[in-house]
């Protein structure tokens, strides 16, 4: 079964820096989707980046990038010049799409701005 | 176009009791998935409707849980008689019918659920 893991349950950054938020997964799959998911506090879920596994270009957002290592299976988040508003609890996700039309989450990372 | 709506946002009851959330989807958003999030784990996947029809219900807990979606519009998950391990926040999603993959979700802002 896949497997999402999320081994920093919170980080904290100073406003203006650059924060990596890490997430590992497995799979015995060799073409799915990876994403990262942001939700502030009491608001709704809303996707911040995603990854298609076929894809060796990291993905790009604006701010937000990510370090896909396949072979590793790492989908770390690196946010670049930390806003107040970026903090979030952060949901790294899995999705095969052959099989269950479903997201596999990890436990997240509640990320803290410091002022 | 409005968003999925979940209420209640927060709801604290006994174990025993019986709970019902609901959600309202997009409209015209053929998929409808609720997830739950347990006691600060994973958010794991519940089950997934199109239209009416339940696709896919392999999340399901046990059977005090039941999921009803009328005439493919909003939907309720009924807990009965809650426990206090179904403590979580319940999070429901919609896409439209073609864009099942999950960059066409939409997520409510959850419900949380506190059983005392």
């Known amino acids: 079964a896949q497997t999402v893991t999320q081994s920093q349950p919170e980080m904290s950054v100073q406003e203006a820096e650059t924060v990596t938020l890490s997430c590992t997964y497995d799979t015995s799959e060799s073409d799915y989707y990876l994403f990262w998911y942001k939700q502030p506090p009491s608001r709704q879920m809303i996707l911040v980046i995603r990854q298609e596994a076929y894809k060796q270009q990291n993905a790009t957002e604006n701010r937000f990038s990510v370090n896909f290592q396949k072979a590793a299976k790492s989908f770390s988040l690196k946010i670049s010049d930390s806003q107040l508003g970026d903090a979030a609890m952060y949901f790294c996700?899995?999705?095969w799409g052959q099989g269950a039309q479903k997201l596999v989450f990890g436990q997240g990372t509640r990320l803290t701005i410091n002022p | 176009e409005a968003g999925v709506t979940q209420f209640p946002s927060h709801s604290v009851i006994e174990k025993g009791q019986t709970v019902t959330l609901r959600c309202d989807p997009i409209s015209g958003h053929d998929n409808l998935y609720w997830y739950r999030r347990v006691m600060g784990k994973e958010i794991k996947f519940l089950l997934h409707f199109v239209k009416e029809s339940k696709q896919d219900e392999s999340g399901m807990p046990n059977n005090r849980f039941l999921a009803e979606r009328t005439g493919g519009t909003y939907s309720t998950l009924k807990v009965q008689p809650a426990e206090l391990e179904d403590s979580g926040v319940y999070f429901c999603?919609?896409?439209?019918?073609?864009?099942?993959?999950?960059?066409?979700?939409?997520f409510g802002s959850g419900t949380r659920l506190t059983v005392v």
């Open positions: 999603a919609s896409s439209p019918r073609v864009r099942q993959e999950p960059y066409g979700y939409t």
């Open positions: 996700a899995y999705y």
